[in-house]
């Protein structure tokens, strides 16, 4: 019988599936919890993993090695074909351990914890994924700026003069031998996106998704992280770097876009909320934790923020007595900006057939 072709991983949540579809040795509960993941958008998981292997004859049965720390990664990589990464480095000392690979593949497009240089000098191939997953969170990030700009969460439905009274307006027709009708309604304060400024907290996976689409609105984009990028790649992506405190109080939309860690935590706390734009509003499609609740609550009720959006929640699930809730320029959802689940299942699907073709004599 011929050995299985080796791939080490490293451990994720989604990752792990690589380990479903390819390791027949994986878990049965493994199995029955992906399957319950999976069920409201692919109610047949099982016949979606043997199509996939299927169309990789070559790599299944393949012994998948999750690892889930750098020493871990140097010590599974002996005999190892491929090797797929998110944040792990990968540079000489973990080549060096690794005497048969050939295909180092990022989950994700951002590959600068690979050294490239050493990569080559081994005569392996480095493969990308541009995530549908990180792409889909970039335009759950717009869809709740544009509900808060025009107010969407508002006035859906409010089609009536007696709803829209009831919903505190005052609507009245127009004078059409002068005028158009347009906004009888009589609602104010709706917003454009277009010529505002748009300020994205890290600029990553994810933040470069919603940059591309910020300069499709036509607006004004600046970024904050730890490691300004290149100007030929801010250029790319029509972005200009800024002090954290400059973003916040130039942004009339900031965008968080950050990993959670100690790191991160209450990063945006009351003195940064009060160094935003008055009026201007917060997204965030990251980790809650990032945004101090109390201080969010107190920036709200104060009248300083203009609006706020999050998904996913402080809390999972969430109270229907929530605090947030009280205010009328918020907006949660529940943790559905990655969705729908094929994102995740055809992202595995073109990682792991882009392997099989790398792998191919």
Request: charged share 25%.
């Amino acid at each position: 019988m011929p050995q299985r072709p080796v791939i080490v991983v490293e451990d994720d949540p989604f990752t792990r599936l690589i380990e479903v579809v390819l390791d027949p040795r994986t878990a049965a509960e493994r199995h029955a919890a992906f399957a319950d993941f999976c069920a409201h958008d692919e109610p047949d998981f099982a016949g979606w993993c043997e199509r996939v292997r299927g169309s990789v004859p070559e790599l299944y049965p393949a012994e998948v090695r999750l690892v889930s720390s750098p020493e871990e990664l140097r010590a599974r990589l002996p005999g190892a074909v491929a090797l797929v990464v998110e944040s792990f480095q990968v540079g000489r000392a973990e080549l060096a351990a690794a005497d048969r690979l050939a295909v180092v593949q990022k989950y994700g497009l951002i590959t600068r914890n690979i050294d490239a240089a050493a990569c080559a000098a081994r005569n392996m191939k480095i493969l990308t994924l541009r995530r549908r997953a990180n792409i889909a969170c970039a335009e759950h990030a717009f869809a709740l700026m544009l509900a808060l700009a025009k107010k969407l969460h508002r006035i859906h439905g409010l089609i009536s003069a007696e709803q829209l009274e009831a919903a505190g307006y005052s609507p009245r027709a127009f004078d059409r031998r002068h005028t158009a009708s347009s906004n009888w309604a009589r609602i104010g304060g709706l917003k454009m996106l277009y010529a505002s400024t748009l300020g994205i907290i890290g600029l990553g996976e994810i933040g470069r998704e919603v940059a591309l689409r910020a300069a499709a609105f036509g607006m004004r984009v600046l970024y904050y992280q730890r490691n300004r990028l290149a100007p030929a790649d801010e250029q790319h992506w029509h972005a200009h770097y800024v002090a954290l405190d400059i973003l916040l109080a130039q942004s009339d939309w900031v965008v968080v876009q950050l990993p959670a860690g100690p790191a991160t935590c209450s990063l945006i706390d009351g003195t940064r909320l009060a160094q935003m734009k008055r009026g201007a509003s917060l997204i965030n499609v990251s980790r809650a934790e990032i945004v101090e609740r109390t201080a969010l609550i107190d920036a709200l009720a104060s009248g300083h923020l203009g609006g706020c959006a999050l998904d996913p929640l402080y809390e999972e699930p969430g109270r229907s007595d929530d605090e947030l809730l009280r205010f009328e320029n918020v907006i949660l959802t529940p943790h559905t900006a990655a969705q729908p689940r094929f994102n995740a299942l055809n992202d595995i699907e073109e990682l792991i057939v882009g392997l099989a073709r790398a792998l191919a004599p």
